[in-house]
């Protein structure tokens, strides 16, 4: 029997992760998509769902309070507001499920945590350990020997060099690179198009080549 499984988000990320589900049912019948859930969806992430006919099931407590123990993911782009929806719905008994694109590619001895979430046109080389609720976005790389701990953001075409270290919480942005066998701490930004050339502490935001940072991010943002 299909699983049935909600995606939670119906902004952009939500509507790929919904490409990502198709083309997984396209190669095998994987999943029985239920769904989008969002508390407070726009009208034109209404219009683009009804387009594409999936249903809006509502906002979060309605959908804890109507559904069994469906399998889900949460396909918001925030890492720390995946990571407080994700609390909520494992606690009400939804399980985390794993979508990962045809297109993608693995090397040997990797490991993808439950939730994840992995487009079209990313490269995972051997030896890599994916956290649980992991977003790695179209056409990112991740290195051989690298560790994305929970709840990391990948964003679009961004390049994590082998054996590095990513914190919970980090979201590396937009064609940015990490360079090779560096650590970057909880909760840090690094930004779009920045290098990184040393290790990064937690809770900054790292902007520039080579990437510098100053001051703290503040806690959930």
Do not use: Y
Not at 87 to 94: I, K, S
Not at 132 to 155: M, Q
């Amino acid at each position: 029997m299909t699983p049935d499984l909600v995606v939670v988000g119906a902004a952009g990320f939500g509507r790929e992760a919904l490409d990502v589900l198709a083309a997984v049912n396209r190669e095998h019948a994987v999943w029985n998509l239920l769904g989008v859930v969002d508390d407070d969806p726009s009208a034109a992430n209404l219009e683009r769902l009804s387009r594409r006919r999936v249903r809006h099931l509502g906002g979060i407590p309605q959908a804890l309070a109507e559904l069994g123990a469906v399998h889900f993911v949460v396909a918001v782009g925030s890492p720390s507001v995946r990571q407080r929806i994700a609390v909520r719905c494992e606690a009400a008994g939804w399980r985390a499920g794993t979508l990962v694109h045809p297109s993608a590619t693995f090397g040997a001895l990797t490991d993808v945590g439950p939730g994840s979430v992995v487009c079209a046109g990313v490269a995972v080389s051997t030896s890599v350990t994916l956290g649980r609720h992991v977003h790695l976005n179209p056409n990112a790389t991740i290195g051989h020997d690298t560790a994305c701990a929970d709840f990391v953001s990948v964003n679009p075409g961004a390049i994590i060099s082998g054996d590095c270290r990513i914190g919970t919480r980090c979201l590396v942005g937009a064609g940015a690179v990490v360079l090779q066998g560096l650590s970057v701490g909880p909760d840090t930004v690094v930004g779009a198009a920045a290098c990184l050339t040393r290790d990064a502490p937690a809770s900054v935001v790292v902007k520039g080549v080579p990437g510098r940072w100053a001051g703290r991010r503040a806690q959930g943002t």
